[in-house]
């Protein structure tokens, strides 16, 4: 018997089953010899290890490591609401040994969100020694409920329509989207919400996040906010004109990883509130 931890590349293109290095481990030296014999079938680099039990921590450690840095941005976008975090990220990862992690609404499916908690809860001497890894999810998960509350205390009006119910770009994926909360958190403002995602349909929509969707981008001029949580290519793609066109003025747009932050000008431009999360004054309360 052995591990060989899963890893996935989603829609990154320079990436596949066979350029990704693999991770395996036996539960003895014979184990780790077969199973590498097998997973060499379909992958050109076995990184083998001592153990299963290495191997099987690989991919909680891989995802911790992300999740804890994703913390950090989200943290510093809060800390430092004045400061655009995004340059500060980008001027730090200038330096050799810094891995850039950006701020966002939090963190979706199996892996970041949970990979803190498996090596917290599968620690032989766990003590306090990891108790660190305990505050990632908090950070995260209310950096979700911080985005809400920005968005509910910019509105006197009250209809939002976000933009992406799966977690990953191009990818129908929701588990623990942080999308989901987001609608939740808002509904509790009671605010109206409402979600568009081209890989669902509006049945899956309701059941999933228990909101009503919308036609895209028809159906933008509706919305006194837009909450872009995830950078589909349908709306990364759609040219400006069409969003000038559908986007009202004084519209609040909260763009979670600067899908269109390249239109900035021309929204602020056509008095669009747009505002990149990381960015300088991203968390500020307008006045109604």
Known sequence: MAVAPRRDWFDNP????????????????????????????????????????VAELVKSTENSFRALNIAFANALSRAYPDVNVNELINAAATKWNYLAHYPGIGTGGYCIPLAPQYLVEGATNPGNHLDFLKMINVINESQTDFVGETISKNLARSSIGILGLSYKRNLKVHVLSPTIDMAKNLKAHKKEVYIHDPFYSASEIKSIAGTESFEFPRDLSKFDSIVVAVAHSLYADVPVPTLLKSIKKGTLVVDAEGTWESYKHFFLENGIDYRKIGDAGWAAIRKN
Not at 25 to 46: F, H, L, Y
Request: charged share 20%.
């Open 14 to 53: 320079g990436l596949n089953l066979n350029t990704i290095p693999r991770v395996v481990g036996g539960i003895d030296e014979e184990s780790t010899k077969e199973a590498t014999s097998v997973a060499s079938i379909v992958c050109s680099k076995i990184v083998p290890v001592s153990s299963h039990r």
